[in-house]
């Protein structure tokens, strides 16, 4: 009988995380959202120095390999990243009309062009403007930036 409250319980957890968009219910959509959160979202960072650049596109190894040439960092808080899925969809590069855009704190950080992976040099900008993401699944999350 307990064992059977538990697992009620249970449920209804799921259930309402589910609602709540508290939880993601695609595996592969759960990757590229994972992928976004790991490229460009850092909510307790300021940025806005080389030094932030260079250390956060090491520590999200986006330097293995190759320097990523351009990346930006939101340093919004994911409920707020994520109410940008909910704005009027617009055309994204790719042709899709799954974009959404919306206004965030960010740090810019562009290659210098003079640098070898794992080693790579950045500069970065920091500012308040808008972006552009492609959104996904039900309920909607960032799975790409696209500009």
Known sequence: MALQKIHSLLLLLVLTLLGLGLIEPSHGQDHMYQRFLRQHVHP??????DGYC??????RKMTLYQCKRFNTFIHQDIW???SICRTTNI???NGKMNCHEGVVKVTDCRETGSSKAPN?????TASTRRVVIACEGDPAVP???DR
């Open 44 to 49: 307790e960072g300021t940025g806005g120095n």
């Open 54 to 59: 260079n250390l956060m596109m090491q520590r």
């Open 80 to 82: 707020s990243i994520r």
């Open 91 to 93: 055309q994204c590069k």
């Open 120 to 124: 790579c040099r950045y500069r970065a």
């Open 143 to 145: 799975v790409h930036f």
